[in-house]
């Protein structure tokens, strides 16, 4: 039935994705996600060896094969783990980072820095579509970098703004987000580098746990635990009591304009969990993201929302911008709760047109859990046009 409803909602946008649809709800996927799981791994293995490959860690979840400018985007689970875990995937971010800066010598994207009162937030576009940030005490001149994966860039911004780098915040260890965090650290010796130990981020120096607080001039920005894209994922919120603002939500690859990251090191449920500690934050809160992906994530929200007027009208307020490569971020948390559908889970018109139901036991966090799982896998194939 739910099948049913879901066709008929997509009825006008497209038999191939109501035909995308229907097959991940009658788990038409599972055969192909195991094809796509021996060809990963078949594929980084020696010719020589004829021998099944070591299976991979239970923990992490296989993500069908797709081609993409970000490194996360064509992903199984043996390239994740070369990624993440050996010298390979340091030297694949050093390749994207030249190829980044011949592309897009200005950056991939024209940003617009936020300035409040004594406090200044400068995003930074890096890579091919990825967001560094700037935090500023305009009045101690003192700075701090989230996810400074160029340093060549985030340096010529520190050098621009006069300021000194006193703290690296890392939302989580992939090198996309951290791969700079080695230069700026040793090029300015007083910087602290701060992240999850549990996530293996390089060069860390100050470990964070949930909810600690890192206090710099009149910077208080508290750390939230936000496992699940990988097991240590922190996201950080400078509190905007004291200088009169609104709230800043540094959200890595958690949270994105109309998306969220992928499941990489977690479960559905953790990553539900993880999503509804930023739905408890205050609906001004300006949603900074870790990537600029908001075009493809509202065209995918249009899919599984076609009838939703809020998306519609972001999107075409996206579209402007991208037309002149115009950064899209902030939004604000009150923006994503009308249309990014990975925070909607408990909307009625998801659930009827995707959701599984409530669970044996009821459960309704459950019942959610599964239809956030369906939500990531069919946007893991969503190709926007």
């Known amino acids: 039935m739910a099948a049913v409803v879901a066709a008929t909602a997509l009825k006008g946008r497209g038999a191939r994705n109501a035909r995308v649809l229907r097959g991940i709800l009658s788990g038409a996927t599972a055969s192909k996600a195991s094809q796509n799981r021996t060809r990963a791994l078949q594929s980084h293995s020696s010719p020589e060896c004829k021998e099944e490959p070591e299976p991979l860690p239970p923990?992490?979840?296989?993500?069908?094969?797709?081609?993409?400018?970000?490194?996360?985007?064509?992903?199984?689970?043996?390239?994740?783990?070369?990624?993440?875990?050996?010298?390979?995937?340091?030297?694949?971010?050093?390749?994207?980072?030249?190829?980044?800066?011949?592309?897009?010598?200005?950056?991939?994207?024209?940003?617009?820095?936020?300035?409040?009162?004594?406090?200044?937030?400068?995003?930074?576009?890096?890579?091919?579509?990825n967001y560094s940030y700037l935090i500023i005490d305009t009045q101690a001149r003192l700075a701090v970098a989230v996810d400074p994966s160029d340093p060549q860039a985030v340096q010529a911004s520190i050098e621009k703004e006069g300021v000194s780098l006193v703290a690296i915040l890392c939302t989580h260890k992939h090198w996309d987000h951290s791969g700079g965090n080695r230069d700026l650290s040793r090029r300015h010796q007083d910087c602290r580098v701060y992240g999850n130990p549990q996530d293996g981020i390089p060069h860390l120096t100050h470990p964070l746990c949930h909810q600690d607080v890192v206090s710099i001039g009149r910077l208080q920005i508290q750390a939230l635990a936000t496992p699940g894209h990988t097991q240590g994922h922190l996201v950080?919120?400078?509190?905007?009591?004291?200088?009169?603002?609104?709230?800043?939500?540094?959200?890595?690859?958690?949270?994105?304009?109309?998306?969220?990251?992928?499941?990489?090191?977690?479960?559905?449920?953790?990553?539900?969990?993880?999503?509804?500690?930023?739905?408890?934050?205050?609906?001004?809160?300006?949603?900074?993201?870790?990537?600029?992906?908001?075009?493809?994530?509202?065209?995918?929200?249009?899919?599984?929302?076609?009838?939703?007027?809020?998306?519609?009208?972001?999107?075409?307020?996206?579209?402007r911008q991208r037309m002149e490569?115009?950064?899209?971020?902030?939004?604000?948390?009150?923006?994503?709760?009308?249309?990014?559908?990975?925070?909607?889970?408990?909307?009625?018109?998801?659930?009827?047109?995707l959701g599984p139901g409530p669970g044996p036991t009821g459960d309704q966090d459950y019942s959610r859990a599964q239809l956030l799982e369906k939500l990531r896998r069919l946007k893991d194939l969503h190709k926007s046009k």
């Open 236 to 319: 950080y919120l400078l509190d905007g009591e004291p200088y009169k603002g609104p709230s800043c939500l540094f959200s890595g690859d958690l949270l994105f304009l109309s998306g969220c990251g992928r499941t990489f090191e977690g479960t559905a449920e953790t990553m539900l969990s993880s999503l509804d500690t930023v739905l408890g934050l205050g609906d001004d809160t300006l949603l900074w993201p870790g990537h600029e992906y908001a075009e493809e994530n509202l065209g995918f929200a249009g899919v599984v929302e076609p009838e939703n007027l809020a998306r519609e009208r972001k999107m075409q307020w996206v579209q």
């Open 59 to 129: 923990e992490l979840e296989y993500i069908p094969r797709k081609r993409g400018k970000n490194p996360m985007k064509a992903v199984g689970l043996a390239w994740y783990s070369l990624y993440t875990r050996t010298w390979l995937g340091y030297l694949f971010y050093r390749q994207q980072l030249r190829r980044a800066r011949n592309r897009y010598p200005k950056g991939h994207s024209r940003t617009q820095p936020r300035l409040f009162n004594g406090v200044k937030v400068l995003p930074i576009p890096v890579l091919s579509d």
């Open 325 to 353: 490569r115009r950064s899209t971020c902030p939004s604000t948390l009150g923006e994503e709760r009308s249309y990014n559908p990975f925070l909607r889970t408990h909307c009625l018109g998801l659930q009827e047109a």
